[in-house]
Structures are given as structure tokens and as C-alpha cells.
């Protein structure tokens, strides 16, 4: 009689033992909801940082680009467009199939990006410049930006033309807000474009294809296409005579560099400076001598 009772109890005892309370599960499901938000928050914020880093590195690599583009002297041919010199002046027109290139009137000085074009803080356009290949009939060679003239190789409207003006977007939302050359620390001067131009020499554009870099005067970050050509077609070396530089004055970088402020998502900033001599660095971190991006 004993051990009939004992097989009937120990298997409830067992059956008891084996399982959980209600409580006990809510714990345990409660500390693994809370370990899986910790992992994948974990997970995304490292995602956001390596997609942060590939978007400032490719950003880099672009500029890098430019500045090789012009320094070999590669631009592309387009047998839609022509360079027409008019005058004393550069006129880019519709072709009738004469590649830009093998025009004995103009030839490419440089490139320049306007930023944030048409408003979009992700997107750059890339123009290419030409500009006159003598500076008079007797064929003496320009010597400098505002005896060549140039203009961006670009016919925004113009369906017979097969624009060569790049369009250039950041990776991962990555946002341009600010384009400056620092002055001093409380002092900045701002661009909407930058330009990255070959140097002139008395025997017209310099053979080792250096690159001078400057911002262009009175340009503004965000205006639309029309509006930022209208000022990068004006591009000029001559300051004037007037208190301030007039629009378009091609301010030549100097040894404090320019700065080109980025942000990503979730606020994430960095600071590019493009430094005098056409090198580039990218700074991860925003420091006191780029606090104009702050």
C-alpha cells in the first residue's frame, strides 16, 4: 500500500519541480527583451558609425579625385559642346559635333564644385571649366583665371546637349554645412563653391599641372543651378579695385586651408581640410582650429 501511494505521488512531486512559476517566466522574459534592445542597439550604433566612416571616406576620395582630375589634365569629351571665343570672351554653345579638347580656341583650366546644389545638403554638382586658350590674336598664351576667362561646360535646359556637369551624392544621408577658410578663430569666410584650378604661367597653363585651390566669392551654399553658374561663370584672379573682391573673385587657399564641415545621422560631425598645396585631410573630430563647424 505504501509504495502504490509513493508511485502515485513522486510523479507530481517530479512534474513540480520540472517546471516554472508564472513569475519566473515574466523575469526571465523580461531580462531577455531587455539584452536583445542592448545588442541590437549596440549593433546599430556600430553600423551608423562604420556607414559615418565609409560616407566621410568616399567624400574624401572625391575631393582626391578633383584634384587629380585637374593635376593630369582628364576631363571628359563631350562631342555636343563647344567653346567659342567671342570677342574677349568665352562663350560655350551647342556643337555640331567638335569635341571640346580638340578645340584650338579654348582648353580646360579646372573644375569646381558648387555645394548643396539646388538645396539638397546630400548633393554636389561638379563642373568642368574652360577658358581661353590665348589670351589675344597675336596667340600669346593666357598667363592667368581672368585673362582665360572660363566658363562651366554646362547648358542646364538644353535637350540637344549632353551635359557633362557631374552630380554627386553623399553616402548614408552624409550633409554639407558649412564651406569656410578660417581667417582667424572668431573669423571665417564662407563659400557655397570651390574651385580647383591649373596654374598659369607666362607660357599659358603651367605643364606640371599643379592645382591651386580657392573659394569663389559671393557663391552660396544651396542656390539653385542657374543662380550658382551665374556667379562660377564669373570667376576671376583680379581683385579689383573696390574695398571688397567683386563676385566671383577666386580667393587662392592659403596655409590655414579650407574647411569643409559634415555631419550624419544622429549628429555625428567631421571637418575636411583642403590645405594649400591640393593635399587633403579628413579629421574625424571637430577641434578648436575648425570651430567654425560647430
Not at 508511485?7 to 520540472?18: S, T, V
Not at 574695398?243 to 573673385?249: A, F, L
Amino acid at each position: 500500500m505504501q509504495n502504490t501511494a509513493y508511485a502515485i505521488i513522486e510523479p507530481m512531486i517530479a512534474n513540480k519541480r520540472a517546471g516554472y512559476t508564472i513569475l519566473e517566466v515574466l523575469i526571465f522574459l523580461s531580462v531577455s527583451s531587455l539584452m536583445f534592445v542592448t545588442a541590437m542597439r549596440t549593433i546599430n550604433g556600430r553600423q551608423k558609425q562604420v556607414q559615418f566612416t565609409q560616407s566621410i571616406q568616399e567624400f574624401d576620395a572625391k575631393i582626391r579625385d578633383i584634384i587629380n582630375d585637374v593635376t593630369t589634365g582628364y576631363y571628359p569629351t563631350n562631342e555636343t559642346v563647344n567653346c567659342n571665343v567671342i570677342g574677349d570672351d568665352v562663350e560655350i554653345i551647342e556643337s555640331t559635333g567638335e569635341k571640346l579638347g580638340t578645340n584650338d580656341e579654348c582648353i580646360y583650366v579646372g573644375k569646381v564644385i558648387h555645394f548643396k546644389s539646388n538645396g539638397d545638403d546630400t548633393a554636389m554638382k561638379i563642373y568642368a571649366m574652360a577658358g581661353k586658350r590665348y589670351s589675344s590674336s597675336d596667340s600669346t598664351p593666357s598667363d592667368s583665371i581672368s585673362d582665360a576667362k572660363p566658363k562651366a561646360v554646362s547648358l542646364p535646359g538644353n535637350s540637344n546637349f549632353t551635359e557633362t556637369a557631374e552630380n554627386f551624392i553623399t553616402l548614408y544621408g552624409l550633409k554639407v554645412t558649412r564651406v569656410f577658410r578660417p581667417i582667424s578663430d572668431i573669423v571665417f569666410t564662407d563659400y557655397g563653391s570651390l574651385a580647383f584650378m591649373s596654374y598659369f604661367g607666362g607660357s599659358g597653363v603651367s605643364e606640371a599641372q599643379a592645382v591651386q585651390i580657392g573659394g569663389i566669392s559671393g557663391s552660396i551654399m544651396g542656390s539653385n543651378e542657374l543662380s550658382s553658374l551665374s556667379i562660377i561663370n564669373q570667376i576671376t584672379d583680379n581683385p579689383g579695385n573696390g574695398p571688397s573682391p567683386p563676385t566671383g573673385y577666386f580667393e587662392s587657399n592659403t596655409a590655414e586651408g579650407i574647411v569643409i564641415c559634415l555631419e550624419g545621422s544622429g549628429g555625428k560631425k567631421a571637418s575636411l581640410t583642403v590645405d594649400a598645396g591640393g593635399d587633403n585631410s579628413t579629421i574625424l573630430q571637430v577641434d578648436n582650429r575648425n570651430g567654425g563647424c560647430v
